[in-house]
């Protein structure tokens, strides 16, 4: 039986080539992809069990934590992360018309951020407007010279807009953290390790606490970031990566043990190994 893999679609956006490279990576027979319209649509595709693995974007090394993905990772702790591939980003402005015709730009709104300086510079007057995605965006300006869209080099392949500039994103080391995610149990081998947790009290001193037993197992926090609890105002939740390239799993697997006294609820997404692609 294929793999079905859900990813951000539709076809020609940066998640469908890491779908492409995770699905290589993990040796996937005779996979499909299937393109889903927005984030939240590809992981309620899994965990539906309509798909057998999802590809979201977790991070960007510009706009920080994609939170549309935290946020449903944080209510689906029966998914786990299998892999993780890091993507560059390279971004073109793709029209029917010219520079000085566009008066609208259109892509997801990560793109938009990451792109807002040579906006303001080339493009000062034009209305940016929001999409689903970027390939999404490339398909909504066709025909339309008064438009232009912020998007991948191959997104345009089967449109065959002007590239009008290329690359105009405003970090040049531009990169994005993709996961691909299964309903599979959570494995304890890689070399980085994902997790979650709420704490049971907002007292001084109960965060500090939890980090302190990571720092006691000296263990490597790569990432730390917070987000709304959505349930009242200064609850987080703190979703939190570990290096493993240098640790012993032992010592990884006792903070799970550490940290739950403290946690109203502790997620752990798994290990995993992670790859950085360089080509754009």
Known sequence: MPTKVAYLGPEGTYAEKAAHTLAKLEKLEDPTFIPCVGLRSVIEHLAKKLCDAAVVPIENSVEGGVT????????????????????????????????????????????????????NKHLPNALQLPTNSTAEAVRMITNSKFRGAIASRSANKLQELNEIAYPINDVLGNRTRFILLNHEEAQVIGNTASLAFSLKANQPGSLLKALSYIANLELNMSRIESRPSKRELGEYVFFVDLDLSSCRNKSYLTLFKKLEPLCEHLVHFGAYKSKTIEES
């Not at 946020?71 to 390279?90: M, Q, Y």
């Open 68 to 119: 549309t993905s935290l946020d449903a990772l944080w209510s689906h702790p029966e998914l786990f992360i299998r892999r993780e591939v890091i993507l560059p980003i390279r971004h073109c402005l793709l029209s029917t018309g010219s520079l000085n015709e566009i008066s609208e730009v259109l892509s997801h709104p990560q793109a938009l951020a990451q792109c807002s300086e040579w906006l």
